[in-house]
């Protein structure tokens, strides 16, 4: 018995005392993903690299939205939706306590606003991501703070407008350019 009871104070305490006290977690420690939909925009990319289909994304071209979403049940905390999101707006952090009484409550949405295309007026995709890279375009043509050329000017003007173009207009476009160059080529002959 003494021999126990000595093996017991060298040994110490073996158990944590959480939830009475706080539970300390290490530096790296994956947790629940915290979304900003103030810094998403809504470009996907999360709910297509997530293994478990906790994310996803639902179009409403009536209503003229992109609505993503969050399971935490679905959840494996494996950290792919921050590694791939291009603008730091899910990330995990060290938040483990996920119990809710109403299982409804795992779920947290956030509704975005869709562009309408330039040339037919439709819905088409988020133009918070129509924004973002219309940016980084102006960005990288415009080195800087140098003097924006009318040159620079006009390939930017261009790339917006393409950019705003939904899928269907651009493959028309495309189609009247071909006819053109071709008929032109006819000309020529
Ligand atoms: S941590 Fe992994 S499983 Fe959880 S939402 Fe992100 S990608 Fe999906
Ligand atoms: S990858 Fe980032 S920006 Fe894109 S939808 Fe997911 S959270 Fe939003």
């Known amino acids: 018995m003494f021999k126990l009871l000595k093996e017991v104070f060298r040994t110490g305490e073996a158990t944590v005392k959480?939830?009475?006290?706080?539970l300390e977690i290490?530096?790296?420690?994956?947790?629940?993903?915290?979304?900003?939909?103030?810094?998403?925009?809504?470009?996907?990319?999360?709910t297509v690299a997530c293994p478990a289909n906790a994310l996803t994304m639902e179009t409403?071209?009536?209503?003229?939205?992109?609505?993503?979403?969050?399971?935490?049940?679905?959840?494996?905390?494996?950290?792919?939706?921050?590694?791939?999101?291009?603008?730091?707006?899910?990330?995990?952090?060290?938040?483990?306590?996920?119990?809710?009484?109403?299982?409804?409550?795992?779920?947290?949405k956030a509704v975005f606003k869709l562009?309408?295309?330039?040339?037919c007026g439709e819905p088409f995709a988020p133009a918070k991501e129509i924004a973002y890279v219309t940016a980084l375009i102006e960005a990288a043509t415009v080195k800087d703070g140098a003097e924006v050329t009318a040159t620079a000017s006009a390939e930017i003007e261009r790339r917006r407008r393409m950019l705003a173009?939904?899928?269907?207009?651009?493959?028309?476009n495309d189609l009247v350019q071909i006819a053109r160059i071709t008929d032109q080529q006819e000309k020529r002959r």
């Open 18 to 22: 959480y939830p009475f006290a706080p």
């Open 26 to 46: 290490s530096k790296d420690f994956r947790g629940k993903p915290e979304h900003n939909a103030e810094q998403c925009i809504a470009c996907a990319a999360c």
């Open 60 to 108: 409403d071209l009536v209503a003229g939205t992109r609505t993503w979403s969050i399971s935490y049940g679905r959840c494996v905390f494996c950290g792919r939706c921050e590694e791939v999101c291009p603008t730091q707006a899910i990330k995990l952090t060290p938040d483990f306590e996920l119990a809710v009484a109403n299982k409804a409550d795992l779920t947290v």
């Open 115 to 119: 562009a309408n295309c330039v040339c």
């Open 165 to 172: 173009t939904c899928p269907s207009c651009k493959r028309v």
